[in-house]
């Protein structure tokens, strides 16, 4: 009976192929589109992520200076490193001014004859027009900036209900209001250098893998990253003519907020290298391939969870070793 079935559809198939030939061949090229389609689209994703030369930033925007927010340690302490060492001039801003020397003096030790300036200022204290004014006369007096790069932050993890007021205050202050500024301060200087002197010029916004994440521990953090990103994505829409204007979605980086060891937990050098190889060609970057993997990864079902058991895991480890 099987076999009287069998041949009855092979045999309905033969007479509608026989019959309908036109609708065969258009299956068919929607079958080899849609594999070409997907082969093409993995191909020009790992020659992105893996093959593509990075851009020579410093003839893309003719030098000039980089300025840099949160500028003392991680992340921001080596994109200004990494920018020096291509040649840039750099504008460190920061809060302590014992940590900006001691940068300063590092990095004239290490790449010789570039200009550093310094800029003293706290982001933690709330906006107010008299308070942030200082920091627009430094700015100010600064010509020939080139590069913005928008890095000061501030992370808490804990449960929403576990945060005490003042924290989420500090996440919303630090992580919202600095980017804002600091753009709006920025802006006219940096249209004016493209579009007026015909330098290309460019703004880095430091989002998070947490923009798509979400994860537990994560509320206000996820929330005040997401605005970075969608700050980003419409400042492009804007003037992405004149200027490049790229999101950074890190995932975990070793920093002063960041102390413990995990996957995917990467080195700041590692992450800004992978970065600034995109600068120039993407709108927006996970920086470092393990944390494409990660953001991805984190959408999958059951991920999650796999991943927050096992960070608990080692923090509590660490914290165990570090009572012995």
């Known amino acids: 009976m099987l076999s009287n079935i069998h041949d009855s559809v092979k045999d309905n198939l033969e007479s509608f192929g026989h019959k309908h030939t ?28 893996f093959l593509r030369p990075g851009r020579n930033l410093f003839k893309r925007y003719q030098g000039g200076y ?7 340690f991680g992340l921001g302490l080596e994109y200004a490193r990494q920018f020096a ?10 809060r302590n001014q014992e940590k900006l020397d001691a940068v ?30 200082p920091l627009k006369d430094a700015l100010d007096q600064i010509e020939d900036i080139s590069v913005l790069i928008n890095n000061v932050g501030a992370l ?25 500024v600091m753009t709006k301060f920025m802006l006219p200087k940096l249209l004016e250098r493209s579009k007026n002197q015909g330098k290309r010029t460019a703004i880095i916004s430091l989002s998070s893998v947490a923009h798509y994440t979400r994860m537990r521990r994560s509320t206000i953090y996820s929330a005040t990253k997401s605005f970075n990103k969608t700050l980003s994505d419409v400042l492009r829409k804007e003037y992405g003519e004149y200027i490049d204007i790229m999101a950074v979605l890190p995932g975990v980086t070793k920093s002063q907020m960041i102390t413990f060891d995990a996957p995917f937990v990467l080195q700041p050098e590692q992450h800004v290298r992978w970065t600034l190889s995109d600068l120039g060609y993407n709108s927006q970057t996970f920086g470092h391939y393990k944390h494409w993997i990660y953001g991805n ?16 895991r080692l923090l509590a480890q660490k914290k165990k070793e570090q009572d012995k």
């Open 85 to 94: 060492a291509k040649g840039f001039n750099l504008v460190l801003v920061a």
């Open 22 to 49: 036109h609708i065969m061949a258009a299956f068919c090229l929607y079958g080899a589109y849609t594999v070409g389609s997907t082969a093409l689209s993995w191909s020009w994703r790992l020659f992105k992520t």
């Open 66 to 72: 980089v300025l840099v927010t949160g500028a003392t």
């Open 297 to 312: 990864a984190y959408r999958l079902p059951g991920f999650e969870a796999f991943y927050t058991r096992l960070r608990l």
């Open 104 to 133: 300063k003096r590092k990095f004239k030790e290490e790449f010789g004859d570039i200009d550093i300036k310094l800029i003293v200022f706290d982001f933690d204290k709330p906006y107010t027009a008299e308070g942030y004014q």
């Open 156 to 180: 808490k993890a804990d449960y929403f209900n576990d945060l005490d007021i003042d924290m989420i205050n500090t996440m919303m202050q630090v992580n919202l209001v600095p980017q804002t």
